[in-house]
């Protein structure tokens, strides 16, 4: 049945069915880092409850899964209050509807803006905090508003820098990853260990990271590109782009394959390039992330409970083998 043709009464209750289904998906996800479902089968289910959402207004509740980032954080790990709130993106699956983002935004504003292109790392968020250069705190995004104090497990990674080059306060945010060779090796021990195999280098991650032995941690070979600055004033850029160098000053790693888009052609060919070259890359990249490259403008759009209005996901179409969801009829 088309979500048009429902009553309220049916719609609620195939919302109720659809909000079940991924909870306990996004639990096994982000909770266990055991997926038992593709993220293409996760992303059609979820964008069915938007379309239902959509269709009927009125029946979106406040803990919906639209409604929310990730899921809750592991019992064993001091909890971390997100000052600033980390935030998930919004997502799109074609050009078309990548178009249809940047019209919308161009729409919006009257003078002409930038984008900056960057890889979407597949990993997991984290946050980390500095107090005069020396590195304090680092956590999970958790639900977004409470994260995970994770500090012991992330400094073992070498990406990460203990210390600035400079003594200042500031909070970074960005994606901790396993490189694919450090994943393909991970299994294979676990396999002649007799132990089950992280489903993808995403899983591996979070599984490395939410250790309470950081000594496991340290054997993981973890990596990390820092993206975005939480709480500093006193950045010399005003750009995305720029902020990915100060940070690169600073002492992170950044990932450097980012690029300036004037236009849709430029960041269409972004997304081509890294659509073919994506396999050839030494770690999981599952889409493009386009971000408005003005840090003013970046503020003055601001977000909604969920995401930023100034960026969106644009997510690489599921492999052949993945399964799909979207022909499901409705029967309620
Ligand atoms: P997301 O992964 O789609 O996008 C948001 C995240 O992208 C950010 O939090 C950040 O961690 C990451 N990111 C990577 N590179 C980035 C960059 N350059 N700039 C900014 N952010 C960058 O959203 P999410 O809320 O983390 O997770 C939802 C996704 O997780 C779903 O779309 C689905 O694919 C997957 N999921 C799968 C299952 C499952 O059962 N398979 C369950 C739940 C969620």
């Known amino acids: 049945m088309a979500f048009e043709d429902m009553t309220e009464q049916q719609a609620e209750s195939a919302a109720r069915e659809l909000r079940e289904k991924l909870n306990k998906w996004a639990d096994e996800y982000y909770t266990y880092d055991s997926p038992s479902v593709e993220d293409s089968v996760y992303d059609q289910t979820y964008q069915q409850l938007v379309d239902l959402e959509t269709t009927f207004p009125q029946i979106v509740t406040p803990d919906s899964p639209t409604q929310k980032v990730g899921d809750h954080t592991l019992p064993g790990f001091t909890k971390v209050p997100h000052e600033i709130p980390m935030l998930s993106l919004g997502d799109v699956f074609s050009i078309e509807e990548l178009k249809a983002f940047a019209d919308r935004l161009s729409d919006s504003e009257s003078v002409p803006f930038e984008y900056n292109c960057e890889l979407k790392i597949d990993g997991l968020a984290i946050s980390l905090r500095y107090e005069d250069g020396i590195l304090v705190q680092g956590a999970t995004r ?26 200042i306060n500031i909070e970074v945010r960005g994606e901790c990853y396993m490189p694919k060779e450090s994943f393909v090796e991970l299994n294979q021990q676990r396999q002649v260990e007799g132990v089950a195999p992280f489903a993808n280098p995403r899983n591996a991650a979070a599984g490395s990271l939410r250790q309470l032995d950081s000594r496991v941690t340290a054997h993981r070979k973890l990596s990390t590109f820092m993206y975005n600055v939480a709480n500093y004033d006193d950045l010399e850029s005003d750009t995305q782009s720029g902020m990915l160098e100060e940070l690169k000053k600073l002492g992170f790693t950044i990932n450097s394959d980012y690029q300036v888009a004037h236009n849709m052609d430029d960041i269409d060919q972004y997304v081509e390039r890294y659509t073919k070259q994506r396999d050839t890359l030494a770690y999981g990249i599952d889409g493009i992330v386009i971000k408005v490259n003005s840090l003013p403008l970046q503020r003055s759009l601001g977000a909604t409970v969920k995401v930023p209005r100034w960026a969106i996901a644009y997510k690489f179409p599921p492999e052949e083998a993945e399964t799909t969801v979207r022909d499901i009829e409705w029967t309620v």
Do not use: A, M, V, W
């Open 142 to 167: 958790g639900n977004g508003q409470i994260g995970e104090d994770i500090t012991r497990n992330l400094k073992t990674i070498k990406s990460i820098p203990q210390r600035l080059s400079r003594p």
